[in-house]
T-cell receptor, first 117, second 117 residues
Framework: AQSVTQLDSQVPVFEEAPVELRCNYS??????LFWYVQYPNQGLQLLLK??????LVESINGFEAEFNKSQTSFHLRKPSVHISDTAEYFC???????????????FGQGTILTVHP | GAVVSQHPSWVICKSGTSVKIECRSL??????MFWYRQFPKQSLMLMAT?????????EQGVEKDKFLINHASLTLSTLTVTSAHPEDSSFYIC?????????????FGPGTRLTVT
Protein backbone atom coordinates (compact mmCIF):
# COMPACT_ATOMS: atom_id res chain seq x y z
CA ALA A 1 0.00 0.00 0.00
CA GLN A 2 1.01 3.57 -0.55
CA SER A 3 1.02 6.44 1.87
CA VAL A 4 1.61 10.16 1.56
CA THR A 5 2.76 12.47 4.31
CA GLN A 6 2.54 16.23 4.10
CA LEU A 7 4.72 17.43 6.90
CA ASP A 8 3.08 20.80 7.47
CA SER A 9 -0.63 21.22 8.05
CA GLN A 10 -0.43 25.00 7.80
CA VAL A 11 2.12 27.31 6.22
CA PRO A 12 1.72 31.06 6.69
CA VAL A 13 3.91 33.31 4.56
CA PHE A 14 4.06 36.92 3.51
CA GLU A 15 3.36 37.99 -0.03
CA GLU A 16 6.36 37.77 -2.39
CA ALA A 17 8.19 35.41 -0.04
CA PRO A 18 9.31 31.97 -1.22
CA VAL A 19 7.46 28.89 -0.03
CA GLU A 20 8.03 25.15 0.11
CA LEU A 21 5.29 22.64 0.85
CA ARG A 22 6.74 19.29 1.76
CA CYS A 23 5.51 15.90 0.61
CA ASN A 24 6.97 12.48 1.24
CA TYR A 25 5.56 9.20 0.04
CA SER A 26 5.97 5.53 0.69
CA UNK A 27 5.43 2.82 -1.90
CA UNK A 28 6.89 -0.56 -2.77
CA UNK A 29 6.32 0.06 -6.48
CA UNK A 30 6.93 2.97 -8.78
CA UNK A 31 4.45 5.80 -8.56
CA UNK A 32 3.11 8.82 -10.34
CA LEU A 33 3.00 11.99 -8.28
CA PHE A 34 0.58 14.90 -8.24
CA TRP A 35 -0.09 18.17 -6.53
CA TYR A 36 -3.68 19.39 -6.37
CA VAL A 37 -4.94 22.77 -5.16
CA GLN A 38 -8.30 23.42 -3.56
CA TYR A 39 -9.47 27.01 -3.34
CA PRO A 40 -12.20 27.84 -0.82
CA ASN A 41 -15.56 26.39 -1.83
CA GLN A 42 -14.14 24.86 -4.99
CA GLY A 43 -13.16 21.39 -6.17
CA LEU A 44 -9.63 20.10 -6.49
CA GLN A 45 -7.63 21.27 -9.47
CA LEU A 46 -4.51 19.61 -10.77
CA LEU A 47 -1.52 21.86 -10.24
CA LEU A 48 1.23 19.68 -11.65
CA LYS A 49 2.21 16.07 -12.09
CA UNK A 50 5.21 13.82 -12.50
CA UNK A 51 4.73 10.78 -14.69
CA UNK A 52 8.17 10.24 -16.20
CA UNK A 53 11.09 12.08 -17.73
CA UNK A 54 12.47 15.23 -16.16
CA UNK A 55 12.21 15.12 -12.39
CA LEU A 56 11.47 18.85 -12.22
CA VAL A 57 7.94 19.75 -13.24
CA GLU A 58 6.37 23.17 -13.43
CA SER A 59 2.90 24.65 -13.39
CA ILE A 60 1.66 27.59 -15.40
CA ASN A 61 1.37 29.82 -12.34
CA GLY A 62 4.95 29.57 -11.14
CA PHE A 63 4.90 26.51 -8.91
CA GLU A 64 7.40 23.72 -9.38
CA ALA A 65 8.03 20.36 -7.79
CA GLU A 66 10.96 17.99 -7.98
CA PHE A 67 10.69 14.23 -7.78
CA ASN A 68 13.45 12.85 -5.60
CA LYS A 69 13.36 9.08 -5.73
CA SER A 70 16.13 8.51 -3.20
CA GLN A 71 14.39 10.69 -0.62
CA THR A 72 10.89 9.64 -1.75
CA SER A 73 9.87 13.27 -1.85
CA PHE A 74 7.93 15.58 -4.15
CA HIS A 75 8.15 19.00 -2.52
CA LEU A 76 6.26 21.93 -4.01
CA ARG A 77 7.97 25.29 -4.29
CA LYS A 78 7.30 28.79 -5.47
CA PRO A 79 9.92 31.55 -5.38
CA SER A 80 7.43 34.38 -4.80
CA VAL A 81 3.86 33.83 -3.65
CA HIS A 82 0.79 35.98 -4.19
CA ILE A 83 -2.29 36.54 -2.10
CA SER A 84 -4.22 34.53 -4.67
CA ASP A 85 -2.11 31.44 -3.89
CA THR A 86 -3.95 31.11 -0.58
CA ALA A 87 -5.53 27.66 -0.73
CA GLU A 88 -5.17 24.11 0.47
CA TYR A 89 -2.65 21.97 -1.36
CA PHE A 90 -2.78 18.20 -1.56
CA CYS A 91 0.00 15.86 -2.60
CA UNK A 92 -1.12 12.56 -4.10
CA UNK A 93 0.37 9.39 -5.53
CA UNK A 94 -0.94 6.86 -7.98
CA UNK A 95 0.56 3.44 -8.35
CA UNK A 96 2.21 2.74 -11.67
CA UNK A 97 0.53 -0.60 -12.04
CA UNK A 98 -2.44 -2.17 -13.72
CA UNK A 99 -5.33 -4.10 -12.35
CA UNK A 100 -7.55 -2.79 -9.60
CA UNK A 101 -4.89 -0.37 -8.40
CA UNK A 102 -4.82 1.47 -11.68
CA UNK A 103 -5.29 5.18 -11.34
CA UNK A 104 -6.29 5.20 -7.68
CA UNK A 105 -5.02 8.25 -5.87
CA UNK A 106 -3.77 8.27 -2.32
CA PHE A 107 -3.80 11.75 -0.85
CA GLY A 108 -1.78 13.42 1.83
CA GLN A 109 -3.42 15.29 4.67
CA GLY A 110 -3.24 18.63 2.93
CA THR A 111 -1.34 21.84 3.65
CA ILE A 112 -3.15 25.12 4.07
CA LEU A 113 -1.08 27.90 2.55
CA THR A 114 -2.04 31.34 3.78
CA VAL A 115 -0.38 34.31 2.11
CA HIS A 116 -0.47 37.51 4.14
CA PRO A 117 -0.09 41.00 2.68
CA GLY B 1 -10.82 21.87 -20.20
CA ALA B 2 -12.48 18.81 -18.71
CA VAL B 3 -15.35 19.72 -16.41
CA VAL B 4 -17.04 17.57 -13.81
CA SER B 5 -20.20 18.71 -12.10
CA GLN B 6 -21.94 17.46 -9.00
CA HIS B 7 -25.52 17.86 -7.92
CA PRO B 8 -26.61 18.91 -5.45
CA SER B 9 -23.86 21.08 -4.07
CA TRP B 10 -25.30 20.70 -0.60
CA VAL B 11 -28.09 18.69 0.92
CA ILE B 12 -29.66 18.29 4.34
CA CYS B 13 -31.62 15.16 5.08
CA LYS B 14 -33.19 13.51 8.07
CA SER B 15 -31.71 10.47 9.71
CA GLY B 16 -32.97 7.26 8.12
CA THR B 17 -33.66 8.71 4.70
CA SER B 18 -31.66 8.18 1.51
CA VAL B 19 -29.99 10.80 -0.61
CA LYS B 20 -28.62 10.58 -4.14
CA ILE B 21 -25.64 12.56 -5.41
CA GLU B 22 -24.96 12.89 -9.13
CA CYS B 23 -21.58 13.25 -10.78
CA ARG B 24 -21.42 14.24 -14.45
CA SER B 25 -18.58 14.67 -16.89
CA LEU B 26 -19.70 17.54 -19.09
CA UNK B 27 -17.30 17.51 -22.01
CA UNK B 28 -15.68 14.10 -22.06
CA UNK B 29 -16.54 10.46 -21.62
CA UNK B 30 -15.56 9.17 -18.22
CA UNK B 31 -14.70 5.52 -18.37
CA UNK B 32 -13.83 5.54 -14.70
CA MET B 33 -15.23 7.58 -11.86
CA PHE B 34 -14.05 7.74 -8.28
CA TRP B 35 -15.95 8.69 -5.15
CA TYR B 36 -14.22 10.25 -2.16
CA ARG B 37 -15.30 11.62 1.16
CA GLN B 38 -13.54 14.37 3.02
CA PHE B 39 -14.01 15.07 6.71
CA PRO B 40 -13.29 18.55 8.05
CA LYS B 41 -9.59 19.34 8.13
CA GLN B 42 -8.76 15.89 6.75
CA SER B 43 -7.69 14.54 3.41
CA LEU B 44 -9.77 12.84 0.76
CA MET B 45 -10.43 9.18 1.36
CA LEU B 46 -11.27 7.03 -1.63
CA MET B 47 -14.55 5.21 -1.13
CA ALA B 48 -14.97 3.36 -4.40
CA THR B 49 -14.00 3.12 -8.04
CA UNK B 50 -16.60 2.60 -10.72
CA UNK B 51 -16.14 1.69 -14.34
CA UNK B 52 -18.96 2.30 -16.75
CA UNK B 53 -21.22 -0.70 -17.08
CA UNK B 54 -19.70 -2.73 -14.27
CA UNK B 55 -20.02 -2.97 -10.51
CA UNK B 56 -18.12 -0.56 -8.35
CA UNK B 57 -15.05 -1.65 -6.44
CA UNK B 58 -15.22 -0.51 -2.85
CA GLU B 59 -12.30 0.27 -0.58
CA GLN B 60 -11.83 -1.71 2.56
CA GLY B 61 -14.16 -0.56 5.32
CA VAL B 62 -16.71 1.06 3.00
CA GLU B 63 -20.16 -0.54 3.20
CA LYS B 64 -21.31 -1.24 -0.33
CA ASP B 65 -24.91 -1.71 0.75
CA LYS B 66 -24.94 1.68 2.37
CA PHE B 67 -23.16 3.61 -0.35
CA LEU B 68 -24.72 2.49 -3.61
CA ILE B 69 -22.82 3.51 -6.71
CA ASN B 70 -24.21 3.35 -10.21
CA HIS B 71 -22.19 4.23 -13.31
CA ALA B 72 -24.80 3.66 -15.96
CA SER B 73 -23.37 5.86 -18.68
CA LEU B 74 -20.05 7.36 -19.75
CA THR B 75 -21.06 10.74 -18.39
CA LEU B 76 -22.98 9.97 -15.22
CA SER B 77 -22.30 8.24 -11.94
CA THR B 78 -24.50 8.38 -8.86
CA LEU B 79 -23.81 7.79 -5.20
CA THR B 80 -26.79 6.97 -3.01
CA VAL B 81 -26.34 7.15 0.73
CA THR B 82 -28.99 4.81 2.10
CA SER B 83 -30.50 5.10 5.57
CA ALA B 84 -28.30 8.05 6.31
CA HIS B 85 -27.13 8.76 9.84
CA PRO B 86 -25.43 11.82 11.34
CA GLU B 87 -22.04 10.12 11.10
CA ASP B 88 -22.50 10.06 7.30
CA SER B 89 -22.36 13.84 7.28
CA SER B 90 -19.36 14.74 5.17
CA PHE B 91 -18.13 16.31 1.98
CA TYR B 92 -18.49 13.88 -0.91
CA ILE B 93 -16.35 14.43 -3.99
CA CYS B 94 -16.31 12.62 -7.28
CA UNK B 95 -13.67 12.56 -9.94
CA UNK B 96 -13.64 11.25 -13.47
CA UNK B 97 -10.98 9.91 -15.78
CA UNK B 98 -11.16 9.56 -19.50
CA UNK B 99 -10.07 6.28 -21.01
CA UNK B 100 -8.71 3.10 -19.54
CA UNK B 101 -5.01 3.62 -20.14
CA UNK B 102 -2.54 6.41 -20.61
CA UNK B 103 -3.52 9.52 -18.76
CA UNK B 104 -3.68 9.23 -15.00
CA UNK B 105 -5.27 12.62 -14.66
CA UNK B 106 -8.53 12.79 -12.75
CA UNK B 107 -10.89 15.71 -12.98
CA PHE B 108 -12.67 16.56 -9.78
CA GLY B 109 -16.17 17.78 -9.16
CA PRO B 110 -16.81 20.66 -6.75
CA GLY B 111 -18.15 18.33 -4.07
CA THR B 112 -21.44 17.83 -2.25
CA ARG B 113 -21.87 18.77 1.38
CA LEU B 114 -24.18 16.28 3.10
CA THR B 115 -25.62 17.06 6.50
CA VAL B 116 -27.74 14.42 8.21
CA THR B 117 -29.88 15.67 11.08
Amino acid sequence: AQSVTQLDSQVPVFEEAPVELRCNYSSSVSVYLFWYVQYPNQGLQLLLKYLSGSTLVESINGFEAEFNKSQTSFHLRKPSVHISDTAEYFCAVSVNAGGTSYGKLTFGQGTILTVHP
Amino acid sequence: GAVVSQHPSWVICKSGTSVKIECRSLDFQATTMFWYRQFPKQSLMLMATSNEGSKATYEQGVEKDKFLINHASLTLSTLTVTSAHPEDSSFYICSAREGLTGSYEQYFGPGTRLTVT
